[in-house]
């Protein structure tokens, strides 16, 4: 009987884990991936390859109490952020107007990408919630297209301060 099970279950596992990319790791290049944004539009990863610094960060839904404090950290550090060059995108599984209402209710300077199928999600493989399938909160941080730093437990309310720490840094 278990034999006959195992026939099933692990072909059908084993494609369940290569629909995701394997985690990126330093040095990796962003990933050519596009999705919309807030906005409605559609946004291609790859165009913003060379761009100083671009920051992905991954949130599990919009307008809860972490994902607000992660946003609004990197809201109110936008002006130095992009003085110093970075680009933010903020990616969850939530619409374009779920996401469009997150960016007007908290004022986000920022772009947040509706990736409702999870391509973004899947291309950067960034784990998600068993059961429910909302991205887990994590950073990443690329330097002319080149991943240099992650942050697989990414911070709510210090999510700016760890950004600018690497950015000053490199």
């Excluded at 692990?10 to 906005?39: I, N, R, T, W, Y």
């Excluded at 109490?65 to 992660?70: E, R, S």
């Amino acid at each position: 009987m278990i034999k006959k099970l195992l026939r099933f279950v692990v072909p059908s596992s084993m494609c369940a884990s290569m629909a995701f990319a394997a985690p990126l790791k330093v040095g990796d290049q962003l990933p050519e991936v596009s999705c919309a944004s807030h906005e409605g539009k559609k946004v291609s990863l790859s165009e913003f390859k060379d761009s100083e610094w671009v920051l992905v960060y991954f949130y599990p839904k919009a307008d809860t109490p972490g994902c607000t404090k992660q946003a609004c950290s990197l809201r109110d550090s936008y002006e130095v952020l992009t003085d110093k060059g970075v680009i933010i995108f903020g990616v969850s599984k939530n619409t374009v107007e779920e996401q469009k209402a997150f960016a007007e209710k908290y004022k986000l300077p920022f772009t947040l990408l509706a990736d409702k199928d999870t391509k973004v999600i899947k291309a950067f493989g960034v784990p998600q919630f068993p059961g429910i399938g909302l991205a887990k909160r994590q950073a990443y941080l690329f330097k002319e297209g080149k991943l240099v730093w992650k942050d697989e437990k990414a911070s709510t309310t210090k999510q700016a301060a760890d950004i600018l720490k690497q950015v000053t840094a490199k």
